[in-house]
């Protein structure tokens, strides 16, 4: 199986960077110096977290088998630092679908700065420019208050949620561009 394109996409402090099948497996096998190299970027020990590693291998897995290039998670580079300072990233794939969902994390040492929301506008407009989307979603757990108040940051309007342990919000592609 041949490696996809590289993805980058350049914010005014982050180099959003998508990483490939093979940076994925890196990230489940926690291997952060060989991915830094690959990636040109000092990974934190921080990264990836018990909940992303819960859900690599079944995005290992969705990868192997999405014909596209489907791109689910990005890390957050500071440019000025080449630190890894978190990842933001699709719960699915982006190809063909009309809703999809964005989600993001900041490492620790690094929350507090607004790297989530530039990193989120980033892919927002990203997911924007793909063929069929219509809506980006995000679920959010109501104590996580710095991620609530990214997602008003962004202007996602809150929605039913169908699971009472999150709430929901949504961007309308063609509403409003995140600025």
Same mark, same amino acid.
């Given at each position: 199986m041949t490696?996809?394109?590289?993805? !980058? $996409? &350049?914010?005014?402090?982050?180099? @959003?960077? =998508?990483?490939?099948?093979?940076? /994925? %497996? @890196?990230?489940?096998? %926690?291997? %952060?110096?060989?991915?830094?190299?690959?990636?040109? /970027?000092?990974?934190?020990?921080?990264?990836?977290?018990?909940?992303?590693?819960?859900?690599?291998?079944? $995005?290992? /897995?969705?990868? !192997?088998?999405? *014909?596209?290039?489907?791109?689910? $998670?990005?890390?957050? $580079? !500071?440019?000025?630092? !080449?630190?890894?300072?978190?990842?933001?990233?699709?719960?699915?794939? *982006? *190809?063909? *679908? =009309?809703?999809?969902? @964005?989600?993001? &994390?900041i490492v620790p040492a690094s929350q507090g700065r607004g790297f989530a929301t530039e990193a989120a506008t980033a892919l927002l407009r990203w997911a924007a420019e793909r063929r069929g989307v219509e809506r980006v979603i995000a679920r959010i757990e109501p104590a996580n208050s710095p991620s609530l108040r990214v997602a008003a940051k962004l202007g996602m309007r809150e929605i039913a949620s169908p699971e009472p342990k999150y709430r929901r919000f949504e961007w309308l592609v063609d509403g409003v561009s995140p600025d």
């Open positions: 490696e996809q394109p590289m993805y !980058e $996409i &350049q914010t005014p402090r982050l180099r @959003l960077r =998508a990483l490939s099948l093979s940076e /994925a %497996r @890196l990230a489940m096998g %926690r291997r %952060r110096a060989a991915l830094g190299r690959q990636v040109g /970027a000092r990974i934190s020990s921080a990264w990836p977290s018990a909940e992303l590693i819960g859900w690599l291998p079944s $995005i290992i /897995a969705e990868m !192997e088998r999405q *014909v596209g290039d489907e791109r689910w $998670i990005w890390l957050a $580079i !500071e440019q000025a630092t !080449e630190r890894m300072v978190g990842d933001v990233g699709f719960h699915g794939p *982006v *190809v063909g *679908v =009309a809703t999809v969902e @964005l989600g993001w &994390q």
